[in-house]
């Protein structure tokens, strides 16, 4: 009997995951795509204002030097890092309303196959359910699902963040940059 159950969960289960991946896919790997961007933003921000600072400060800057005359670069760079965060907040902001929308339609599917297998069950497979358990795995277990579509795409964006941020300190601080980050890791 409990064979028989198993067997018959297995391929709900893959349509369930089915459903998910056929639903979701696009607007989550433009949800990746776009946390990615933010990210990358995040990391030019730094950059460009030190760049600002050293061009208050009287030094010449040498990727624009070439380009533009002496009076324009510190416009440039204002300008730069203002696009830059409008950027970052365009990105960061899409990348949110996509995850949500996608998380709430996920945690949708979700509690669609839990009613669909919930009216398949035979009367002492419901008898053995209580209404706490059947509310506790619609609401807990579906906002579970919801979540991870929420907080997915951080391990990767704040992977880009630390890394870049520890380059970015090792061209600063030199290997001292490098303990910091291993006391981090561990």
Known sequence: SS???SSSLLPLKKLFVMALWR????NF???????TFSAVCLLIQPLLLQHFIAYLAGERISWLGGYVGK????YILALLIGVVTVLQQIFNNHNWRLKLREGMRARGICIAFLYEKLMRMSLSGKAKLTDGKIVNVISTDCNRIEWVYYWSDC???ASIQFIGTIIYLYFLLDWP???GAGVILM
């Open 29 to 35: 790997l433009l949800a990746l795509v776009l946390g």
């Open 71 to 74: 009076n324009t670069e510190g």
């Open 3 to 5: 064979s028989s159950s």
């Open 155 to 157: 391990l990767w964006s």
């Open 23 to 26: 639903t979701t896919r696009l």
């Open 177 to 179: 940059a490098l303990c």
